[in-house]
């Protein structure tokens, strides 16, 4: 079983910062790509970045500029690093983590995995 908890949500003023962080645990063969979403009350989960194996990001345009992701592969972690933050930024903020769970010759069993979220809220 994988398991990915999420820490570093809290309250902040408009224009402050904030850092989540996000550790995967259990049986893995390997963690590949890794991201960041979030989902405001009456909206729709959206992406906000991911981040590859090797390091190659990408951004919601909405965030690009204030927003960093990076990882450390030897802790099976995630990171984002928000700036400048916006009340409209105000979300839970979900860690993904696309894993392979096990490989074979015949067979790479690759599964998705979720955080349970953390709150994050912008004040203006």
């Known amino acids: 079983q994988v398991q990915l908890v999420e820490s570093g949500g809290g309250l902040v003023q408009a224009g402050g910062s904030l850092r989540l962080s996000c550790v995967a645990s259990?049986?893995?063969?390997?963690?590949?790509?890794m991201g960041w979403y979030r989902q405001a009350p009456g909206k729709l989960r959206e992406l906000v970045a991911t981040i590859s194996t090797r390091g190659d990001t990408s951004y919601a345009e909405i965030v690009k500029g204030r927003f960093t992701i990076s990882r450390d592969n030897a802790k099976n972690t995630v990171f984002l690093q928000m700036n400048s933050l916006k009340p409209d930024d105000t979300a839970v903020y979900y860690c993904?983590?696309?894993?392979?769970?096990?490989?074979?010759?015949?067979?790479?069993?690759?599964?998705?995995?979720w955080g349970q979220g953390t709150q994050v809220t912008v004040s203006s």
């Open positions: 259990g049986s893995m063969f390997s963690i590949n790509s």
């Open positions: 993904h983590a696309d894993v392979t769970i096990s490989r074979t010759y015949h067979y790479t069993d690759t599964r998705d995995y």
